[in-house]
């Protein structure tokens, strides 16, 4: 029975059905040259990041040391007498726990910088694997690239600009 006939004022849409509808493989292949053009747009877009010691964010500075008072603890800096760290009430606690890890590594201005510039990485792969599963050109997700820029990440919304590549996928 054709439930379009039940409905007359509603209309299937051809060009996008719900993932439910669809196999789990990508509709359109991804080719060598559009996992090259990423790649480079991966390396465009990292470079500003990595190569600046001072990025032009808003909330780097606290993000910095939000970042360096759970990498460091209190050595040194007496951190203890002006701060408390209570983990169970913040909102924003995976990338600092993330940024934090990665501090002891590389010191918490680099990982702060790490993870913008994961950030700003991972927009176009994302754009361009939400564009493929929506049987779209997936060359579409270079255009995402200019957004790894944008006004959420001059404000340093280190939380949204980290987030928005995992609702594309």
């Avoid at 990508?26 to 390396?43: D, E, F, G, K, N």
């Amino acid at each position: 029975e054709d439930r379009a006939m039940d409905y007359p004022h509603r209309r299937r849409s051809s060009t996008l059905r719900p993932m439910a509808d669809t196999d789990h493989h990508h509709r359109i292949p991804w080719s060598r040259w559009l996992t090259l053009a990423l790649s480079l747009c991966s390396v465009a877009l990292a470079a500003p990041f990595l190569a600046g010691r001072y990025l032009p964010y808003l909330d780097l500075p606290q993000h910095v040391g939000a970042v360096a008072i759970l990498a460091n603890g209190d050595a040194a800096f007496r951190f203890a007498h002006y701060y408390s760290v209570d983990l169970a009430t913040s909102p924003y606690l995976l990338p600092y726990i993330i940024a934090a890890a990665l501090a002891t590594l590389i010191g918490p201005v680099a990982a702060v910088h790490t993870l913008f510039a994961l950030a700003a990485i991972s927009l176009p792969w994302a754009a361009a694997w939400a564009a493929s599963r929506f049987e779209r050109d997936p060359w579409i997700g270079l255009l995402a690239a200019p957004f790894a820029f944008g006004a959420f990440a001059f404000m340093g919304f280190l939380n949204f600009v980290l987030s928005f590549p995992v609702f594309l996928l």
